[in-house]
Structure formats: C-alpha cells, structure tokens
C-alpha cells in the first residue's frame, strides 16, 4: 500500500535551511506527482511545491527561490530544500500524492504524518 514519511523538520534560526525527505512506499515517485504542503497553526493548510511525474516543478508564490523541490528515483523519495528560512516558514510540513501523474493543489490521498519546523531565534 502506499505510505509516505516526512523527516529533516526541526528548529532553524531565520535565514537558516533545512532539508526535508518524503521516503516513499507502495509506488515509485517517479511515476507519480508528489507534493509538499503546511500548515502553521490556527491557519488552514496550504500548497508549497509539487513535482508531476515528468519532472515538472512547482512552487507557490512565498516560497519560490527560497525552495526547491527534488526526487531520487534510486532512494524512492523527494525532497525539499529549504533556504532563506523565515518565521512565518513555520509549520508542520507534509507530503503528499494521488495517484496521479500532474500536479494539483488540492485532492491527495496519500498523505505522511509530517514533520514540523521552527523558525526562530
């Protein structure tokens, strides 16, 4: 079945980085698109990037040329680099797929427990 497992979270200063690690199971990433979403507290969960099977690449707006997001078909996981970390980064990060090869914001069915990450002085 498929499973997905966030890990890399944790506490940054601002304009720190992190990278975070989706270790997929059940499918191969490269034959579906994956996607990073958060949610900070008291707000409702938003999209942060995504890749489609084909290797397209897709950011929101408040993250793009902070982050960028990337997959190892070999370890059959992606990843999120994260730069330029600022406060209001902080959330607990999921990943997420649907079987399906492009990318969306909305309708996933597989989700990882998440990972949170901090950004504070």
């Known amino acids: 079945q498929v499973q997905l497992v966030e890990s890399g979270g944790g506490l940054v200063q601002p304009g720190g980085s992190l990278r975070l690690s989706c270790a997929a199971s059940?499918?191969?990433?490269?034959?579906?698109?994956i996607a990073w979403f958060r949610q900070a507290p008291g707000k409702e969960r938003e999209g942060v990037s995504c890749?489609?099977?084909?290797?397209?690449?897709y950011y929101a707006d408040s993250v793009k040329g902070r982050f960028t997001i990337s997959r190892d078909n070999g370890k059959n996981a992606v990843y999120l680099q994260m730069s330029s970390l600022k406060p209001e980064d902080t959330a607990v990060y999921f990943c997420?797929?649907?079987?399906?090869?492009?990318?969306?914001?909305?309708?996933?069915?597989?989700w990882g427990q998440g990972t949170q990450v901090t950004v504070s002085s």
């Open positions: 997420a797929t649907g079987g399906e090869r492009r990318c969306k914001w909305h309708g996933y069915e597989y």
């Open positions: 059940g499918f191969t990433v490269d034959y579906y698109a």
């Open positions: 890749i489609s099977s084909d290797g397209s690449l």
